[in-house]
């Protein structure tokens, strides 16, 4: 049985660390759906706004993503990276969150 696809969007900080993480946004971070789950090295998971992290990042390149995509495969995640998150995806996460 194949493993589902965990759509995600690698981004990096705009600030001067320039840390590279991801936004999972078809999975929930809190009841109500508003957060995705995000992932990094340093903190690992954690709730994110989407939007807010979209405003203050910029999109990773396939270098910079290579390590963090490693790390969620041995996590056991699927992903396939997207630009930018889908308003389908962002129903996904807030009927899942609504179970």
Known sequence: MK???DPV???VWNDAAGDVFA???T???DIHGRFCTA???V???CAA???LCIAHSRPATEAEAAALLVELRGRDYNPRVYRR???AMHEIRQRLAAA
């Open 43 to 45: 903190g690992q998971h």
């Open 27 to 29: 999975i929930p971070a």
């Open 49 to 51: 706004d989407y939007s």
């Open 9 to 11: 969007v690698i981004r």
């Open 23 to 25: 936004l999972l946004p």
């Open 85 to 87: 998150a889908t308003a």
């Open 39 to 41: 992932f990094q090295h």
């Open 3 to 5: 493993k589902p696809i």
